[in-house]
């Protein structure tokens, strides 16, 4: 008995000893910033997160222990994506004043990152980012565009070689999801672009407040006149407000109208009216008269929501199917018109 009790203590001391001596892999992460926002960066995700000190120059350097996956670089106002794995030892530069042209990866793990970095100046530098410039066209110049960029994305990933294998197929899935999905939408949104195209007279509408009182858009003429279309059974919607108030917020004073139109039917018109109390919704909140049929959602081709529409001062159409205001497309197009 002492002998077996022996060797259990001698095999419990080496698996002790055993554990002790594994390394434990890390993340090597190191960079400079040239123009940094501010001396400090984080490193996170939804499961992690670490802030790292700038020197003077903009260097830093640190070993994270994490799991593997996709986090987030934040300095200032600026978010770099990352994929990081133990055992990287991943370096970055950028110059914070031009970084998409400037960011680059250099080490172990500097492939897959920079082919993201690849894929972002591409979005930057293409109509990936502006579909509308694919819904204006007629249906061959569509086609001819669509399969441009088709080919584009994928010398992309044939130009990046050792580029990780699990990043390639996903990358393979998620382009061909994205041509099928500009295909589908491509008849509603180009009968939207090329029956209300930019400059044309607006669509108006004339409905009652949430106090009763009647607004309509020649009421607003004179200010830019952003509009919200959405629902209080629309999820996607509700996802919009904290971004739409936020905005409301930033340009509270500028020449430009905030519209809430609600589609919510007549017999939920006390549900709406406790969700815009409840939600402190602000602008001009308005109940649509038909629902799906009111004349101005007819008008305006929608048949989903959220819709923002954004309309000129002379009542003019800017766009019929905006950006969102989670989207940094809309401050673009914002400082576009000097609002």
Known sequence: MKKNCLI??????FAS?????DPIEFTTISGTITNMNTNTISIENQRYSKTLQLDASGKFKDTLQIEDGVFVLKNGADNIVLELKSGYDLDISYDANKLIETLNFSGLGAVNNNYFADRNRLDASSDLRD?????????PAF?????NTKRTLENLLSDTPGLDS?????????????????QRSYPQKHLLLSSLPKGVKSPSFSYPDIHGKKVSLKDLKGNYVYIDVWATWCGPCK????????????????????????????????????????????????????????TFVMEYFISGIPRFILIDPNGNIVSPDAPRPSDPALIKLFNELNI
Not at 143 to 147: C, I, N, Q, V
């Open 8 to 13: 259990l203590l001698v095999i419990l001391a």
């Open 17 to 21: 000893c055993k554990k002790e001596a």
């Open 131 to 139: 579909l509308n410039a694919y819904y204006t066209l007629d249906k």
């Open 143 to 147: 086609d001819r565009k669509l399969a």
């Open 166 to 182: 699990v990043i390639v197929k996903s990358e393979q899935r998620s382009n061909q999801q994205f041509m099928v999905f500009l």
């Open 239 to 294: 996802v919009q407000i904290p971004y739409l108030k936020d905005i409301e917020e930033k340009y509270k004073d500028k020449n430009i109208e905030f519209i809430g139109i609600s589609i919510d039917t007549q017999e939920n018109k006390g549900k709406w009216e406790s969700m815009v109390k409840q939600r402190d919704l602000k602008g001009h909140q308005l109940l649509a008269d038909n629902d799906w049929k009111s």
